[in-house]
């Protein structure tokens, strides 16, 4: 037999499941509306290599991230003075949203109650312009080192060789 102690659990954790779910058929239909609008439009052009301005690129994935990010994390910017690359703008692109969306998701997962932090900084080191992306959110198990650009996955490091 049920008991209204276990009705009201299972009713309490249903509302939590709805709300998690519908907040990702949210976040899944702002990613497809965003891909229409530029600067992330570039038609016909996916696969090509052309000059690229990563802070542009970090500062335009931050802006359609915004909605995801601004009830749970403070964003901290330090970019650097750097060149242009050579890079696959859009992919790169998508890149950036996918990581920052996913720190955003860190963060929230973490449940503290207190705004996270997602630190983004680029610079030169050597003949390479590099971009770290870092947050406090609940970090990456172990086991799941190789899926870094799954969902929920965090604190990245990544690295383009100067032309």
């Not at 049920?2 to 990702?24: C, P, Q, W």
């Not at 799941?144 to 690295?159: A, E, M, Q, S």
Request: charged fraction near 30%.
């Amino acid at each position: 037999m049920i008991s209204k102690n276990d009705i009201l659990y299972l009713t309490a954790e249903a509302g939590e499941v709805l709300v998690f779910t519908m907040h990702r058929i949210y976040r899944s239909r702002e990613s497809l509306n965003s891909w229409s609008k530029k600067p992330f439009s570039r038609q016909g052009r996916e696969n090509e290599f052309d000059e690229y301005d990563l802070n542009k690129g970090i500062q335009n994935s931050l802006l359609i991230a915004r909605n995801d990010i601004k009830y749970h994390a403070e964003v901290s910017l330090d970019l650097g003075k750097i060149p242009v690359i050579h890079a696959m703008s859009s992919k790169v692109d998508q890149v950036f949203l996918n990581i920052i969306l996913n720190a955003s998701c860190a963060i929230r997962d973490k449940k503290t109650g207190e705004p996270g932090l997602i630190r983004i900084k680029t610079d030169i080191e050597g003949s390479f312009v590099r971009c770290r992306i870092e947050d406090n959110g609940t970090g990456i198990d172990k086991k799941y080192i190789g899926k870094v650009f799954d969902p929920f996955f965090t604190r990245l490091c990544l690295y383009w060789h100067i032309r």
